[in-house]
């Protein structure tokens, strides 16, 4: 049985006369059917745009379309308006990534802008999303708009925004937007253009190479080691792989112009193409989105396999082993690897600032903050999310006074793949970060190393570290129940021990507060903008964190083990058991929970 609200916006859905009779029977044939379930799915809510959010593609208000897309942009475009006509005048650019519906998406996006009198730059084809909080600030825009398959299956798709300077937006002005979107109403409230008239008007305006020679010359540019790439550039073989993604079109231009001549890309998954055919999901956390790369890398004796998802956001890689088998690297060791890169060859450089500061997350390993801190810089942990990243890079540019800031940002990184060399982007940035990568390449070279060499060094200075991760999904609204229900318990009824581990205490960024476990006594607080994260620190060290995805219909635990022991085989083999146990105590927490 459909709850009253929803019926009624499934039926303000069957009724709209701005919904085609196409887009209609799709939901007629879940009400024939007696579907509640699916149409539940589809209308118990609204889609929220403005927190970078994937979504599946199909009809509904919980669904990404053209309706909900144009309805999103109308709000925003409201949101633009009431800021004056001034605000109007700088265009917003709409790159088209890859993914299903994307070209639609971005034409009916531009359509909604120009018919609301606001000026909209398009790109004239698939475009990194680096690329466009690079243009953002380049052509010195109000906001700008990225349409998303970003690593996700072929049914999701998604809306990003940015505001002026290049970063999406955040609360409270994401809330703002949101407010405006729903305020839209009906989808007869969107105003639409076509594209022809309001062009000839120039309130569309294509952009192409342009763009692309400009963001290029930022990324060469920032070259820490000019000398020690065209040293090392010709020798070192490295396959790329753009997982049928924008990234072919700056990343291997990128790594030639840094002097790395030995770049083979793989044909197979050179040509974008939303349909994903050779992964099953074209994310470079996963290990079988790099079997290609790594297969042309054995053969023809390459040292490095980079890949970039689809929107060229993130970034993974496969390093070669002293045995000739290759090692697939996590999103926190390869921020660690570019994080003592940095910090090393800055001071090489004489260039290494006395107010530096490194950027990252309360769920990332604590490896790269050690390495930042040993080199004297400071370390500043955000919210999950790489607007909180660039949040903290704007307040640094607030604060600044000419060309003395107050601080001075080295590097940003998230445990999910994503890192910011360099702030002329405002997002994380795949492009920027594979050169950068393969400058660390011909870093370790220069030293006789191989990446992975210089990681076991880094393991060997520090001490062990180790994540786990354990991602459970839980789709549609009782999904959604589930997992408040979930986090409800966690605060409430922590638990007492992880792993036959103590739990010494437990942090609930909803509140700030850190607390003893074992008598709930406040022993310190956490100076972040309120999230639905909560964790637990053991007394070996562990970390374990709760946190709902929020592009994803999944809650995730975050495991962060280390160890200080010197035989690294040894070292590796107590983490993992470690984070199995833990593992298996939140499987039961989980099932005791939901099934309770």
């Known amino acids: 049985m459909l709850e009253q609200m929803t019926e009624k916006s499934v039926q303000a859905w069957l009724n709209d006369p701005a919904i085609e009779e196409v887009d209609k029977t799709e ?16 209308f118990y809510q609204d889609l929220e745009f403005g927190t970078g959010g994937m979504r599946v593609l199909g009809a509904g208000r919980n669904r990404m379309n053209v309706y909900t897309v144009g309805s999103a942009i109308q709000g925003l475009a409201n949101y633009i308006s009431k800021s004056g ?5 700088p265009a917003l650019p709409l790159p088209m990534i890859a993914g299903r519906m994307s070209d639609v998406f971005a034409e009916r996006a531009a359509c909604v802008l120009a018919a609301n009198g606001i000026y909209a730059y398009l790109f004239d084809a698939l475009r990194p999303t680096p690329e466009l909080s690079f243009a953002v600030r380049h052509l010195k825009c109000t906001a700008g708009i990225v349409i998303t398959a970003s690593h996700n299956p072929p049914e999701y798709n998604g809306l990003k925004v940015y505001w002026s300077d290049g970063a999406q937006v955040v609360p409270p002005q994401d809330g703002a937007i949101i407010s405006e979107v729903r305020a839209v109403g009906s989808f007869s409230n969107v105003r639409l253009a076509e594209e022809g008239p309001e062009k000839k008007h120039g309130l569309i305006r294509r952009i192409g190479t342009e763009i692309d020679e400009a963001f290029l010359a930022g990324v060469d540019a920032s070259c820490l080691c000019p000398e020690l790439c065209r ?7 490295i396959v790329y792989t753009p997982l049928h993604g924008t990234g ?6 990128a790594l030639k112009r840094r002097g790395f001549r030995n770049v083979m890309v793989e044909a197979s998954q050179s040509e974008p193409n939303g349909e994903f055919p050779t992964v099953t999901s074209p994310n470079p956390e996963e290990a079988a989105a790099m079997e290609r790369g790594i297969a042309l890398a054995i053969k023809e004796n390459a040292e490095l396999v980079i ?5 060229a956001d993130r970034a993974g890689i496969a390093v070669r082993k002293r045995d000739g088998s290759f090692a697939l690297l996590t999103g926190n060791r390869i921020g660690a690897l570019l994080t003592h890169f ?12 006395d107010n530096g500061v490194v950027l990252s997350t309360v769920v990332s390993s604590d490896l790269a903050k050690e390495i930042a801190r040993s080199h004297g810089a400071e370390v500043i942990e955000t919210l999950t999310g790489f607007k909180w990243i660039a949040e903290e890079i704007r307040k640094f540019d607030e604060c600044g006074a000419g060309e003395r800031p107050t601080k001075t940002f080295l590097f940003g990184m998230e445990e999910s793949y994503g890192y910011l060399p360099n702030a002329f982007v405002r997002d994380k940035d795949a492009v920027t970060s594979c050169a950068f990568i393969a400058d660390a390449a011909a870093f370790a070279a220069e030293r006789g190393q191989s990446l992975y060499d210089m990681l076991e060094a880094l393991f060997t200075q520090y001490g062990y570290f180790e994540e786990g991760a354990k991602s459970v999904t839980m789709k549609g609204k009782r999904g959604a129940d589930q997992i408040k229900a979930l986090m409800h318990s966690l605060r409430e009824n922590p638990p007492r021990s992880l792993a036959g581990v103590a739990v010494e205490t437990v942090a609930d960024l909803m509140t700030g507060a850190v607390r003893r476990a074992r008598d709930g006594a406040e022993v310190g607080r956490f100076k972040l903008p309120a999230s639905d994260v909560v964790m637990f620190s053991l007394a070996d060290g562990t970390k374990v964190i709760a946190r709902p995805s929020g592009t994803e219909p999944k809650i995730k635990f975050y495991i962060l083990a280390r160890s200080a022991e010197k035989n690294l085989a040894k070292a590796e083999s107590a983490c993992r058991e470690k984070i199995a146990a833990i593992n298996n105590d939140l499987s039961g927490t989980i099932e005791r929970t939901t099934n309770g």
């Open 231 to 237: 040293k090392h550039g010709e020798r070192i073989k």
């Open 248 to 253: 072919y079109r700056l990343v291997p231009e």
């Open 342 to 353: 940095i910090c090393e060859q800055s001071k090489a450089n004489g260039a290494m600032p």
């Open 307 to 311: 890949a970039t998802d689809p929107d």
């Open 85 to 89: 006509e001034a605000a109007k005048r």
């Open 27 to 42: 939901i007629r044939r879940l009400v024939e059917s007696r579907d509640d379930a699916g149409l539940t799915d589809r």
